[in-house]
């Protein structure tokens, strides 16, 4: 028996949850990494089986949890082989065969289902569903629960189980300079949210590394100015543990949803950053730097400005027209979005505070 519902999947009152994943170990987006984050035993189980090239297209991977109970499986359903491809119906009509003989074999008496191939791997979800229907339509004794394509719930409705990881000098780095940065805009605006968007994050931790601190974040030219992928990997292993809001990385990133910190991780890393006066001193000159700029459009303007001139090696002596040049040809957006004034604002401010060479 077949129930289309909404909600959250992870939710379900289900023996088993189908988790719909590539072939190459990433749970790095959407439902996979809403999985990863609920159950990492499972993660585990599953990056194994692909380093050692033991699950493939077609195939279905189901992790045990010996937990009495609802929820016991973990299912895991593969798309697409790498996951930057897009699915094939041909796979998902494969793997509904291993599906079905995985429900007998375990003997699942419901589970979920999310609509297999759809969003990221581009599937009509009319057709994934009648495929779905004609597999598991006549199935005796198993309910299944099928959640058609929907947003995502919200990042503080998603579970995280991972454990909480230990509060690392780059970590506190990150905590301090945000809590600096939400209490400075808090003062200048009482209305500002008490969170940082996922694109201020990004420029803060980029003007907090040009400012001399060691964080070996890889920054590169981005739509949105300098960005780094790596950063994601941080804000993805203390999301639950000492801020939330991350999320799936499915929300658009001009959602500029906030990131807030957990109750008590501000404080846990200004006891860490304490014996740390240098990285104190660095957060303190990038709110300063920041002021007046405190927004996802004044710190985009600030760190792009920054990354044109020194790409282009420009000096605190060169022409504004060269720098405004730089940026405006970044991209059609910057072109618009970046008035010449504000970019001689940016400019000002960056050769003030020595972040352009003289």
Known sequence: MIEE??????????????????????MGKGVALQFKQAFPDNFKSYKAACDHKEFALGDVLVHDSYRLGVQRF????????????????????TGLKSLVAAIDDYQITSIAIPALGCGNGGLNWEEVRSLIYESLGDLEGVR??????????????????????????????LLGLVGRYIESRTFEDVDAPNGASLLEIQKLMYLLQESGESLRLAYAKGRYGPYAENLNHVLQAIEGHYLRGYGDRTASVLALDPLELTSGSRDEAERMLASSPETRKRCD???????????AYGLELLATVHWAARSEGLSASDDLKDVTKIVHEWSRRKKFLFTEKHIASAWSRLVESNLVDA
């Open 5 to 26: 519902t909404h909600g959250n999947l992870l939710d379900a009152d289900v023996d088993a949850l189908v988790n719909t994943v590539n072939t190459v170990g990433v």
């Open 74 to 93: 973990i299912i895991n359903f593969p798309t697409k082989g790498h996951w930057r491809s897009r699915s094939r119906l041909q796979d998902i009509e």
């Open 144 to 173: 299944v629960l099928l959640y058609p394509p929907q947003g995502a719930p919200a990042p503080g409705a998603m579970r995280v189980r991972t454990k909480k990881p230990n509060m690392s000098h780059g970590r506190a780095a």
């Open 285 to 295: 000159f990038v709110i300063d730097v920041t002021e007046g700029f405190q927004s």
